[in-house]
């Protein structure tokens, strides 16, 4: 007889195999196929209409189970609830296929509403379910994983920083009427960036004459006058030496020396106060962060105000650049190394 009953009794497929269901659940299932009214006779619309309502019922089970307090009895409704959820959804998609099969157009309609309001009331009833379970599973966890989530927020370090306004213009002279507005308003570490020479940029903004060219003067003045007092150093008192009765001081000889430390000091003098005055090398510039400052070397021109600059203030430096009307204008932010 023990065999005979572990024959009959109801199995059910889990995910670690076979296990056999429980009394209460194979009751439940009965009692759910037995409430089941019979519509063979039924037309489709009034088949879709009753499968419908009982996979909405189904649903609403499904949620009342998983809200029950109890963890054992939750689990055994809510795997209850599930098959009978499933068998509904099951009936109303077979009830649904049944009407669509018909050529009655009246039936086709009403199956097509009454499936979505069940599916409205299914997806209601199973979010009901979800926040039910974890308010009463877990209601304490719940709130300290919030309150940590809200406290890692608030206590981490930004990784970006404001770098510069980047306002775009589609024209030369919008650049310049730009330009000695910026001007005006008494920003200094500022500059524009053209794809070519710009005729008056200068002037407007209020730059003052290079000084590449009193830099490069003074190396040469250096070069050579290093290359006179050397030659005469080296003939008139290191080590003199009277070659075809020609005096140590001799000009023309002097000549090739001269030049040589002229031009090479100034080529240094130049080179290297361009570098100094335009802060190079930089290896990397906040501006290159823009994807649009690409245009810079094609058909754009910008305008970057940095915010270095004592004048700078987001909102007032915003409003500044808005008055020139620029085709766009962006806040250009760098990474916190």
């Not at 669509?100 to 009331?121: C, I, L, N, Q, Y």
């Not at 809200?150 to 589609?170: H, I, Q, W």
Request: charged residues 25%.
């Amino acid at each position: 007889m023990a065999n005979d009953d572990k024959k009959t009794k109801p199995v059910k497929k889990t995910l670690m195999g076979v296990a056999p269901v429980s009394d209460e659940q194979a009751d439940s299932a009965a009692s759910t196929k037995a409430a089941k009214p019979d519509l063979s006779g039924a037309t489709p619309g009034e088949q879709v209409t009753q499968a419908a309502a009982e996979e909405a019922a189904a649903g609403a089970e499904l949620a009342a189970a998983k809200a029950e307090s109890d963890p054992a009895e939750r689990k055994v409704k809510a795997e209850v609830a599930a098959a009978k959820a499933a068998e509904a959804k099951a009936d109303a998609e077979k009830a649904a296929a049944n009407a669509e099969a018909t050529s009655d157009d009246a039936a086709k309609a009403g199956a097509g509403m009454v499936a979505a309001d069940a599916a409205k009331t299914r997806a209601a009833a199973l979010e009901e379910a979800a926040d039910a379970e974890a308010a009463v599973a877990h209601p304490k966890k719940k709130g300290a994983t919030l309150a940590a989530r809200d406290t890692a927020t608030a206590d981490e370090e930004p990784t970006s920083r404001p770098a510069l306004f980047l306002a775009e213009y589609e024209t030369p002279d919008d650049l310049v009427h730009a330009a000695e507005q910026v001007r005006d308003a008494g920003y200094e570490k500022w500059d524009c960036h053209t794809p070519y020479p710009v005729h008056g940029l200068d002037q407007a903004m209020g730059l003052s004459e290079t000084k590449i060219g009193f830099i490069s003067f003074v190396c040469g003045m250096v070069g050579l006058v290093s290359a006179v007092l050397m030659i005469q150093y080296m003939n008139n008192w290191d080590y003199p030496i009277i070659i075809g009765g020609k005096p140590p001081g001799s000009f023309p000889s002097m000549v090739p020396i001269m030049f040589e430390l002229t031009v090479l000091l100034t080529g240094f003098g130049t080179l290297f106060g361009l570098l100094h005055l335009a802060r190079l090398p930089m290896h990397h510039h906040p501006i290159f962060e823009s994807d649009r400052f690409e245009a810079a070397t094609d058909d754009r021109f910008f305008i970057s105000i940095e915010t270095q600059d004592p004048k700078f203030d987001l909102k007032k430096t915003r409003a500044l650049l808005e008055k020139t009307h620029p085709s766009h204008l962006e806040l250009v932010e760098e990474e916190i190394a």
